[in-house]
């Protein structure tokens, strides 16, 4: 491409690399950043411009070689290479357990736990009564059966890891009967044949998606059969003309055949919902009461700690799995461990647990306290957009989220916002981009605000962040 005298000169007036990162690290806030992230948002942004020099139209390419415009590239740039990418956001969606945004926030006590042991060594694997090598798996095995009343338990990093390594230890080379209508799929694609084929077990589905009976699992029981695995579907539920067969019908099958009998419960949950006027969701003691031979759910879904896969099961069972070359590749860190330990010894007092866990407690969170922020939120928001706008309280549902008990819609009081003049998906776009970012709804062509999933210390910068849309200073 011929390159004409007016671009060749203003290619010989950009500023040089030296000439930048001297004029930058004058200034005190560059000083401490590394000069190679420097100069890497140097080049990057002086490529550009010779890009949009040997591109554009005599018009702007001047622009190109303005030392405050190019200044400012290149410190914008310098802020979001030092800027983290996993970052803080505030979940306005009412959706308490989701899995875009993280899924369960933790308790303050495991805050503070992990912040110990990730500042110190710890006793990971080392049996200080005895000054021996110890697993790791003892240090939440104890909590775990007095909370559910099974003999064993241990912990891998997911509850599909949890599912994997069972099914392998278990049941490779043989037949797993399950039901046709419990073959779920757990989100992210990943689906209950395709981690038993990867295990090495054979999927052999009986009954149909709507209706299994207990003498389909008789009729498919043979000499090749090693399982029978009943799937709790949590993520969704079929209803109508239906009949499904009782986790209790199938540990009697398991006893009556001689064959181990495993649960997946998903989104296990150590609490009652019934008890506190919502849904009734079967909790991980009531499949350990019923006999159930080995027990896997998530540690970061209703249970509301870290992310976990928990196994439990009867002591012989268990050690099996933990023999497993599996189970080193699928074991939790420390960091972990610590969450989940913290989580659990709120499990002993049930009212607290209800109160310090932010799961359980913004799933279970009385219509007052929610209509309360609410109302709050609607006050600033108010007095801030004034006439350029309407802020109004909704009587709208919140989710429980993460899978979880799906046909339950939580009464929640929202705040809707029209702003004159500004789209929703505007304001949406907008609030998305700010810091932190705020990741709400649309509804009716209205900005939802679901309080329910709204932190009190978030509600100050909920309404910084209208500040900011109000001045036309949201983020590209």
């Not at 018009?59 to 190109?64: L, R, T």
């Not at 039901?179 to 689906?191: D, M």
């Not at 268990?318 to 699928?330: D, E």
């Not at 970012?437 to 009190?456: F, H, K, N």
Request: net charge positive; with cysteine.
């Amino acid at each position: 491409m011929q390159i004409d005298k007016q671009r060749k000169t203003l290619l010989r007036q950009l500023p040089g690399i030296d000439k930048l990162l001297e004029i930058i690290k004058q200034e005190s806030e560059w000083q401490e950043i590394p000069n190679s992230v420097i100069l890497n948002a140097i080049r990057i942004t002086l490529d550009k411009a010779r890009s949009k020099i040997l591109e554009g139209n005599h018009q702007d390419i001047v622009q190109q070689i303005d030392s405050n415009k190019l200044l400012f590239q290149i410190k914008d740039r310098i802020k979001k290479a030092n800027t983290p990418n996993l970052i803080t956001v505030i979940n306005a969606t009412g959706v308490v357990v989701h899995t875009n945004l993280g899924r369960s926030l933790l308790a303050e006590s495991a805050l503070n736990h992990i912040c110990d042991i990730s500042r110190r060594y710890s006793n990971l694997e080392l049996d200080l009564k005895k000054g021996i090598r110890g697993s790791r798996y003892s240090l939440i095995e104890d909590l775990l059966c007095e909370i559910t009343g099974a003999e064993a338990a241990m912990v891998v990093n997911n509850n599909a890891g949890a599912v994997l390594l069972c099914l392998d230890t278990m049941a490779r080379g043989k037949e797993v009967i399950v039901s046709r209508g419990e073959l779920v799929e757990i989100g992210g694609a990943f689906r209950i044949p395709d981690v038993m084929t990867k295990s090495g077990a054979k999927l052999k589905e009986v009954g149909t998606t709507n209706r299994t009976y207990q003498n389909d699992y008789e009729n498919a029981i043979d000499e090749h059969t090693g399982l029978l695995l009943k799937v709790h579907t949590s993520n969704y539920s079929i209803i109508g003309f239906t009949t499904a067969v009782s986790l209790s019908q199938i540990v009697a099958l398991g006893q009556k055949h001689h064959l181990p009998v495993m649960e997946d419960l998903g989104s296990g949950t150590f609490i009652d919902f019934l008890r506190y006027g919502l849904a009734k969701e079967p909790t991980v003691q009531e499949s350990v009461a019923a006999g159930v031979n080995l027990i896997t759910f998530s540690g970061d879904k209703l249970l509301g700690g870290p992310q976990a896969g928990i196994i439990l099961g009867q002591k012989e069972i268990i050690a099996k799995i933990k023999s497993n070359p599996l189970t080193r590749a699928l074991r939790i860190d420390k960091l972990t461990l610590a969450a989940l330990e913290s989580t659990l010894r709120l499990y002993r007092d049930e009212a607290l647990a209800i109160q310090y866990i932010p799961t359980l407690a913004m799933i279970t969170a009385p219509f007052e306290i929610i209509q309360a922020k609410a109302e709050k939120i609607k006050t600033d928001l108010s007095q801030l957009i004034n006439d350029k706008g309407k802020i109004v309280l909704l009587d709208l549902t919140s989710r429980v989220g993460g899978g979880a008990l799906p046909l339950l819609n939580l009464p929640s009081k929202c705040v809707g916002v029209t702003i004159f003049g500004i789209s929703a998906n505007t304001i949406e776009r907008s609030l998305r981009r700010q810091s932190p970012a705020i990741i709400g709804r649309i509804e009716t062509d209205q900005y939802i605000l679901d309080p329910r999933t709204i932190q009190d210390d978030e509600i100050p910068m909920i309404k910084k962040a209208f500040v900011q849309l109000l001045n036309n200073k949201a983020p590209n």
